[in-house]
């Protein structure tokens, strides 16, 4: 199956992390690459603008993404990944949601660097934005400067209090056969034993792994969650995280959290976010 994959960049050291390792990645996989940039990012900081400087920044933009396919087919060649390029006048958000549709992607790969001082800080806040309005792919975040490591062992949190579709765990199950990876389901403890609806929803999940290599992990609750998972990332030596977006949930709880209230959230590994 070949894969389409976007990476949308605004030509920071930032995005180049995200396309190195979203290329080291799927390096044995078919799949075609899409950089994209929204000049709409660079327009919307300014006060006034003519179509004259418009089609200037257009220009710019694309020569800039002509440089980077440029550059990655030279520095990445691969015999099973094709590159192309899109230029976009809508916001980024827009913009993607318009790439996901017309070019049937897959995955979209974002780093995850973000204003100083604000919130979206701990994702950055274009994929802050990303994550609230895209419903119908994979999200990739990539942390800044993070040097690609074989993904050998997976974490996946869960309460198991939502009943699982294979749609939500297709991802999931994609993203370990690249690599045989073992999943590691971890579920923290805030209950003395799991109910009626948890221990079936335990159940459909492991026939959904059946064939893979998989492990049931409990940890108590003596810390906020992302504490945990972030202790739990470091026990045992996790490469990617792989949480699902559900509505009211942990990573809508991020997003959406006051700048006065702030989740200090900031994933040291790639976090892979399933849509709903």
């Known amino acids: 199956m070949k894969r389409n994959i976007l990476i949308p960049t605004d030509f920071s050291g930032n995005s180049w992390s995200s396309i190195g390792y979203a290329l080291k990645l799927y390096a044995d996989e078919e799949c075609t690459f899409y950089f994209l940039n929204s000049v709409a ?27 980077i396919k440029n550059l990655v087919e030279i520095n990445y060649a691969n015999a099973n990944h094709d590159f192309h390029i899109i230029l976009s006048v809508n ?10 549709n017309e070019r049937q992607i897959d995955l979209i790969v974002m780093g ?23 419903n119908n792919c994979p999200v990739l975040i ?50 003395e034993e799991l109910n009626d609806v948890q221990e079936y929803n335990l159940f459909e999940l492991e026939s959904y792994l059946i064939d893979y290599e998989f492990s049931f992990h409990w940890m ?30 942990f990573i809508q709880k991020i997003i959406n959290e006051p ?10 590994i790639p976090f892979l976010v399933i849509p709903e």
Do not use: C, W
């Open 41 to 67: 990012i660079k327009v919307s900081t300014l006060s006034t603008f003519s179509n004259k400087l418009l089609e200037t920044l257009k220009v710019d933009a694309l020569e800039d993404l002509k440089q």
């Open 91 to 100: 916001d980024l958000k827009e913009a993607i949601k318009k790439a996901i």
């Open 112 to 134: 995850t660097k973000g204003a100083t001082g604000a919130k979206e800080i701990f994702f950055g806040s274009n994929t802050v934005h990303v994550l609230k309005v895209v």
């Open 142 to 191: 990539v942390p800044e400067d993070y040097n690609f490591t074989k993904p050998s062992q997976i974490a996946f949190p869960t309460d198991y209090n939502r009943f699982y579709n294979v749609k939500e765990i297709e991802p999931l199950r994609q993203l370990a056969d690249l690599y045989n990876s073992k999943i590691r389901i971890v579920h923290i403890n805030v209950e």
């Open 220 to 249: 108590p609750k003596y810390a906020k969650k992302v504490s945990e998972i972030n202790d739990f990332i470091e026990e045992l030596n996790i490469d990617i995280l792989v949480m699902i977006n559900y509505k009211h949930d």
């Open 259 to 268: 700048v006065i209230k702030k989740i200090g959230f900031k994933p040291k």
